[in-house]
T-cell receptor, first 113, second 109 residues
Framework: EAGVTQSPRYAVLQEGQAVSFWCDPI?????LYWYQQPRDQGPQLLVY????????NSQLPSDRFSAVRPKGTNSTLKIQSAKQGDTATYLC???????????FGPGTRLLVL | GDQVEQSPSALSLHEGTGSALRCNFT?????VQWFRKNSRGSLINLFY???GTKENGRLKSAFDSKERYSTLHIRDAQLEDSGTYFC???????????FGSGTQLTVMP
C-alpha cells in the first residue's frame, strides 16, 4: 500500500508570493487533513475533508489560505500571499474514516524570506 | 490552552537501557497516536490506541482515557531509536489530532 505523497518537498518564496502544495492520500481513505508544523513544535490542524466536503476549516487563515479536494481524492493547499510567519512544514494526512489512524505524508518545508 | 502535555521534552539514554514518555490530557480523549519523526522529517506511526495497551518489539504503549494519560515505553534502546517522538490525541466528538510538543530522544553508546 503506497503511503501519503506530497509535493513539492521544499519551497522557498519571497513575501507576497503564492505557493501551492499538493497531496495524494492513501487509496480508499475518505478523510484528508492538512496540518501546519512550525519549527520545533507539534503539528496543528488547518483544515480537513470528508470526501470532497470541508468538515472544519476554522483554523485556516481564510484571507490567504485555501484548500480544495474537488474529487474527494487529491487535495491542494494554496497560500495566496505568503508571509514570513508562514514558514513551517505543511503536512498532509489521511485516514480510512474520521475515527481511524491518521497516516502522514513527508511534508512540504516552506521558507518565506 | 494546550490539551496535550508531553514529557520529558528531552531524554538521553544509554544503549540497552529503557525509559518512558508520557502524555497527560486536560480533557477526555477517545484515542491516542504515537509517532516517531524519521531522519527525513516524516512522521512514522508507532501506535494507535483507543484503550488498553499495545506492544511492538521494544516499544509498548498504554492509554487510559479515564485517567487522561498515555505512555510510551522503550526498552533495550538502540542508537537508531534516536529522534523526536510525538503523541497526539483526539478528544471525544472531535476528529482533530492535538499534538504534544514532542520528546527529543538521544541514545548514546
Amino acid at each position: 500500500e503506497a503511503g501519503v505523497t506530497q509535493s513539492p518537498r521544499y519551497a522557498v518564496l519571497q513575501e507576497g508570493q503564492a505557493v501551492s502544495f499538493w497531496c495524494d492520500p492513501i487509496s480508499g481513505h475518505d478523510t484528508l487533513y492538512w496540518y501546519q508544523q512550525p519549527r520545533d513544535q507539534g503539528p496543528q490542524l488547518l483544515v480537513y475533508f470528508r470526501d470532497e466536503a470541508v468538515i472544519d476549516n476554522s483554523q485556516l487563515p481564510s484571507d490567504r489560505f485555501s484548500a480544495v479536494r474537488p474529487k474527494g481524492t487529491n487535495s491542494t493547499l494554496k497560500i495566496q500571499s505568503a508571509k514570513q510567519g508562514d514558514t513551517a512544514t505543511y503536512l498532509c494526512a489521511s485516514s480510512r474514516d474520521r475515527e481511524g489512524t491518521q497516516y502522514f505524508g513527508p511534508g512540504t518545508r516552506l521558507l518565506v524570506l | 490552552g494546550d490539551q496535550v502535555e508531553q514529557s520529558p521534552s528531552a531524554l538521553s539514554l544509554h544503549e540497552g537501557t529503557g525509559s518512558a514518555l508520557r502524555c497527560n490530557f486536560t480533557t477526555t480523549m477517545r484515542a491516542v497516536q504515537w509517532f516517531r519523526k524519521n531522519s527525513r522529517g516524516s512522521l512514522i506511526n508507532l501506535f494507535y490506541l483507543a484503550s488498553g495497551t499495545k506492544e511492538n518489539g521494544r516499544l509498548k504503549s498504554a492509554f487510559d482515557s479515564k485517567e487522561r494519560y498515555s505512555t510510551l515505553h522503550i526498552r533495550d534502546a538502540q542508537l537508531e531509536d534516536s529522534g523526536t517522538y510525538f503523541c497526539a490525541a483526539a478528544s471525544s466528538g472531535s476528529w482533530q489530532l492535538i499534538f504534544g510538543s514532542g520528546t527529543q530522544l538521544t541514545v548514546m553508546p
